[in-house]
């Protein structure tokens, strides 16, 4: 059967013709554990407990709530070689390096190194909130590449503007990325000046941060000439690890727009205030354009439901959202909020046609098995795990810090395939290779194991000598489709009945585990089921999709 | 279309399981150099095949190979369950025992000397717990012992040490080891790795190859999972191979139907003919727990396990007639294996309970035809709990098949068996050629290999995080030789075993996503 990638044996599904009126079904376990692996990295059991007794708005409120607790920084748990020619000394080990002003090339790798592995812990470990999803929405959406950056503060600092203002203002949030250290690098805003201008940032921001691509998206390149001009004179200063506007630089003619910005005139401004005062002109400018509202929304869509956006979502949902977003001033809370809490999303249509990023993936998966990781005062140890998940999602093609250019993932706006593009023959292998090994073998660094243990997830589930409950709520919890029952009775028999026909068999050896766990035979022969019926779970298509 | 329509199209989707899955999915991350692809595949080289058939439940032996020698005392402990004498199927040269009525196919195979019983097959302190009892069955540990592996998969991981890294490769591109069924088996399970593959059952094999793809809901989830399965299917790396070498076998011999064992071996005939190099096929027929009702109380050889004796005959029978039809019945040796036998004393139930040693088979051309072992010897009185004692050890029976049907040479023989165990004569021996080298990346060795106090061990890191722990034969680590950040290259460390017992130990090498095991073994 030579069939191609393109899989159009079958028109394919439109998306669902529901709208953004509220959801008044049942909210249940089905519908939370749908909501927290979209809002959050998997569905661990823990959090579907806690929310179980929870309304639907009760709980939407409670994941967009930022969460309390910020995460320590990112510590310095390298060893800095000796051929090092500014090593950081000044820096002790398990101390941060974030306001350590280093510019050394090898302590900068170092460090770049360091914020990975910190932000994959900080994701492991993330509270019942939407942040750290948004968080990394944010990355991809104003991306930008630690390699190119290369100034590992400059990173952080940036990571941190999208952290903190991952539920804030949209409108505000663009206007400090403009100036933002990190971002200056990275399209060069730092190297436009009046004499020379470049105008990476300036149509970046307007192609794919603000305005997007599409047919209603029609700023002029006369647009990104102008747009250059009012960004022009700004600077970093790496000893502070921060910009500045530099007067002797900018551009202070007056700016115009194109007749998509209203033919707007920027007045040029003299003095030191000049850059922030017609930098918030081009933004204020920009935002009053009605795709832009649109745009952002549809990257919302994509990210948190699916990414078929036909003239019925555009009309249903995109533009109502759009709406939301202007009128409360480009707050993103109120457009999530209507979006989590819509029919739409919860209808059979929306549900499991996400393919799990990488980090969706890897992430989820640690929280669903509830992998311990060290505590952070063992840095060396939680780092060396965290490196080795920030390295298989690397392999999976999704490099956190290091997205493939200025557009963010494919994943998320390449058409015709998408999320599609996130599975592919070498990929593919790849995530059944790391489930495998994390279900079989775990990771060992420093002597401590981490690894996907089924026994010790199996001892949560609600009725777990039966074993029909084991292999219920083992596909209720991995997959959004359900397994036909012959298939579930098949994977019964084969796998926790080793080929018995009498349930109480396992119900025995359950029992005998749970009160005799010293009995190694027994507890050899309980583990290596589960983890056989897990591992067979987590190989078939229906684990990719969330 | 009105979304009401949508909605009754897209709710249950009868979602099957696919139809290959790995032991161990793996991916070929090295390059195989040239040079490596010119070398052989395995250790040993040999074309011989091994059929192993699980019984699942506890096979009544005592009604399979029914003690003629014994039949009084055999009909009075179990009076309501015997075989009479005159019904049991007489054997050429042998009028100690009979098969059951049901078996005609096996007792024509014994009759031409295809067929070994091996009478009173157990061990030392035998479990009566089923998952016990096949956890030791399948890796062949003491009793009181918890090994992690089984001994089929440390055979195959010392033919190809270096699996998975570099494999398939052009010098072996075939599964190590197939079995039917939904995962592989702890028999197939390798110090770090499962060695096999399964075929889920035999309708998926047959979708397979004739391109029937499963059915999913009518949703945009149903797309994403169709487009999925589409990878799926075109990275499962062995299923091009699978498709190719059933497509080379156009006819068969006749197999009964509505025998679902007889489903599994014609598929695994077909795969043999068809080219495959895998060595070890698994396969699966169960119901055996005849606790109650083993019989029709109105006659005896009728009734379930009669019908289960029946199945399992006929599927044998009809195996080695199609091997026979396609030419490679010389490749091919076959055993069966229940996880025990049942009791002596039958019970009110019309059944019987968990016993101890049974007679197993072992078939095909190369076999040494006959009855090994004396008839198990039924007493005047036989106590409810009265069991049968083993004469032979289960493990001399896979030792015999290890080394004179697979040639395995002694000194793998006894990493592989954990122990020594005496051979018996179960198959022909013929000789096998030694290959010197090895294919797939070697990231990992040792030397001196056996050693009696220390060993260098070699290995390879691409930089970055590198493990190496030492494990022993139950699954634990008794070592983390080495545990931090390398640079790329080759090292070399001492493993210092002079305070360890001596026996077989695995050393794990684990480099980001690499991982590769290297069996050693400690001697006096």
Known sequence: MAASINNSNSTPAPPPLTGLTKYIGIFGEQQIIHLLKRTMFGAAFADVAYFKNKTLPETVDELLTSSLLTPQPPVKEYTVPATTLVPDNNIAAGSTWVNDANTDGTINSLRRSSFKKWWMGVMLKQQRSIQEKMTLFWHNHFATETADVGNAQYIYKHHQLLRLNALGNVKNLTKLVTTDSAM????????????????????????LFCCGKGPNSLFTEADVKAAARVLTGWRNNASTISSYFDTARHDTTNKQFSAFYNNTIITGRTGANAGEAELTDLINMIFTVPEVAKFICRKLYTWFVYYDIDATVETNIIIPLA????????????????????????????????IKSPVD????????????????????????????????????QQNIGDPPDVSGWKAYYQAPQFYEIWINSDTLPKRNQYTDTMVVNGYTFNSIKIMYDAA??????????????????????????????????????????????????????????????????????????????????????????? | MKRRNFLKNAVQASVALPSLINGFSFHAFGNSSPFLQSLLAANTETDHVLVIIQLNGGNDGLNTVIPIQFHAN???????????????????????????????????????????????????????????????????????????????????????????????????????????????????QGPAVSMGMSITNPSNFYNLINGISDTAPNTPAGKELQYIRLVAQQTQQYASVIKDAASKVPTQATYPTANSLADQLKIVARLIKGGLKTRVYMVNYGGFDTHAIQVNNTDTTTGSHANLLKNVSDAIAAFQKDLEFLQIDHRVAGMTFSEFGRRIKSNASIGTDH????????????????????????????????????????????????????????TDLSQIMLKNFQTLPLVNTLSCKKAANLAGDILISNYPNPFTSSTVITFK???????????????????????????????????????????????????????????MLKVQ
């Open chain 2, 74 to 188: 055999y009909a009075a402990a179990r009076a309501n369950i015997f075989i009479p004498e005159n019904k049991a199927l007489k054997l050429t040269n042998n009028n100690a025992i009979g098969l059951h009525p049901s078996m005609t196919g096996l007792r024509d195979m014994y009759n031409n000397g295809k067929l070994k019983i091996v009478q009173s097959v157990g061990y030392p302190q035998p479990s009566f717990s089923h998952f016990r009892a096949t956890d030791i069955w399948m890796s062949a540990s003491d009793s009181n012992n918890v090994v992690n592996s089984g001994w089929a998969g440390r055979y195959l991981n010392t033919e190809y040490p270096n699996f998975p890294n570099g494999y398939p490769n052009s010098a072996m591109q075939d599964p190590l080891a197939i079995q039917i069924g939904s995962a592989t088996s702890l028999t197939l």
């Open chain 1, 456 to 546: 010790e997830l199996t001892k949560l589930f609600t009725n777990p000598s039966n074993p029909d409950n084991v292999v219920d709520t083992m596909v209720q919890y991995f997959y959004r489709i359900p397994l036909s029952n012959n298939s579930k009775l098949q994977l019964k028999k084969d796998i926790l009945l080793s080929g018995q026909t009498s349930d109480y068999y396992w119900t025995d050896a359950w029992i005998t585990f749970i009160n005799n766990p010293t009995n190694t035979a027994n507890a050899t022969s309980v583990k290596n089921k589960l983890r056989d019926l897990a591992k067979y779970l987590m190989n078939l298509a229906e684990y990719q999709l969330a």
């Open chain 1, 323 to 354: 709406n939301l977003l202007v009128t409360n001033n480009y707050e993103i809370k109120p457009v999530l909020k209507a979006l989590l809490e819509s029919e739409h999303f919860y209808d059979t249509l929306s549900i499991g046609c996400q």
């Open chain 1, 184 to 207: 200056l690098v990275y399209l060069n805003g730092q190297l436009n000046t009046a004499t020379a201008p470049d105008e990476n940032y300036a149509r970046e921001l307007q192609e």
């Open chain 2, 355 to 410: 016993g101890t040693a049974a007679p197993l088979f072992i078939f095909g051309k190369n076999v040494l035809g006959g009855t090994l072992g004396n008839t198990p010897n039924i007493a005047t009185n036989v106590a409810v709990g009265d069991n049968l004692p083993f004469q032979y050890d289960f493990r001399s029976v896979y030792a015999t098949m290890l080394a004179n049907w697979l040639c395995v040479s002694e």
């Open chain 2, 461 to 519: 890191t691409t930089g970055d995080h590198t493990l190496i722990q030492i494990i022993d034969t139950t699954g634990r680590v008794v070592e983390n030789l080495v545990d931090k950040v390398y640079t790329a290259g080759t090292y070399t460390v001492v493993f210092n075993a002079a305070n360890y017992p001596n026996g077989v130990y695995y050393a794990r090498l684990q480099n980001m996503v690499n991982q590769q095991v290297r069996t």
């Open chain 1, 361 to 396: 993936l890897v992430v989820g998966g640690c929280r669903e098995f509830g992998v311990k990781f060290p505590a952070s005062s063992d840095y060396t140890s939680s780092y060396g795990m965290y490196n080795y998940l920030v390295n298989w999602c690397s392999n999976m």
